[in-house]
């Protein structure tokens, strides 16, 4: 079983949130999307983080760079989420931790960052799958996401001390 930190991501979390990525799949672009329209809502100056973005007039939901970055993103996390328990730890298929961390490092994401985006993503799935929502399904993907996120951490802080 995957361990972190003490805690165990259990059977029933892994199938909470197979079940959920299942349905929510088909609509991967969507989410993104919703995702990273949620997190600039909550948390506008997260823009600046975005090079694409930066200098943009066009609406958000119109920006040709934000959608498939929004999507590989959302896709990743998922992934990610339900490879956990099989895998024994977080496993990222397109890009790797090294390189995640290193472009979390380089843009200054900070714990708030992360912070805002487990509530954006949380919130995104709830809609997604409102009939299947629970206390256990959120509880399930916020475990999911604290370990992608401790991973990205730990390779943020390998770049921080070879900076």
């Known amino acids: ?37 949620k997190i600039f809502e909550i948390a506008p100056s997260a823009k600046k983080l975005f090079s694409f973005l930066r200098d943009s007039n066009v609406p958000l939901e119109q920006n040709t760079k934000l959608k498939p970055h929004a999507m590989s993103v959302f896709v990743m996390t998922c992934e990610s989420a339900v490879q956990l328990r099989k895998a024994g730890k977080v496993t990222v298929r397109e890009s790797n931790l090294k390189k995640l961390g290193a472009t979390h490092f380089k843009y200054g994401v900070v714990d708030e960052h992360f912070e805002v985006t487990k509530f954006a993503l949380l919130e995104t799935i709830k809609e997604a799958v409102p009939d299947m929502w629970s206390d256990e399904m959120k509880n399930a993907w916020g475990e999911a996401y604290d370990r992608l996120v401790a991973a990205i951490k730990i390779e943020m802080k390998a770049c921080s001390l070879a900076a």
């Open 1 to 37: 079983m995957a361990t972190y930190e003490g805690k165990v991501f259990t059977e029933e979390q892994e199938a909470l949130v197979v079940k959920s990525w299942t349905v929510m799949k088909k609509n991967a672009a969507e989410l993104g999307l919703k995702l990273f329209l």
